[in-house]
């Protein structure tokens, strides 16, 4: 039973990602003006990591109670790690990139978060098949 728990966790982190990545963000830049849509976005991306970053936490310890140290293991620790890496170290560059009107950092730190994000996806994929 515990063990459908993680399967249940980890396709609740892969549906949190979708449906942040496919429908709030656009959403949010299709409907608020830029100053609105930055102040919606730099409060909710902290949420966003943080459950997220629990929530594969979570998954982590079930694989290690049911010692399951295996491929899966190891992806969920590095998605877990990329969630803890996002939040609180390229989150507050990218944040100070934009605000130093520094385009092309700003540019390649966004692009480093997105290619994060989109790996996160593809592990998650290959944890759940």
Do not use: W
């Amino acid at each position: 039973m515990i063990e459908q728990i993680s399967v249940y966790l980890t396709s609740m982190i892969l549906g949190i990602m979708l449906f942040f990545s496919f429908v709030i963000a656009p959403v949010v830049f299709t409907t608020l003006d830029e100053n609105n849509a930055r102040k919606f976005i730099r409060r909710i991306f902290p949420f966003y990591y943080n459950v997220n970053l629990g929530i594969s936490f979570i998954v982590l310890m079930i694989f290690i109670l049911l010692s399951k140290i295996g491929v899966d293991f190891y992806l969920i620790l590095a998605i877990t790690v990329l969630f803890a890496t996002s939040n609180y170290l390229l989150m507050p560059l990218i944040n100070k990139y934009r605000d130093e009107k520094q385009e092309k950092k700003f540019k390649y730190s966004h692009f480093l978060s997105v290619l994060i994000n989109f790996v996160q996806m593809i592990c998650l994929v290959f944890v759940l098949v």
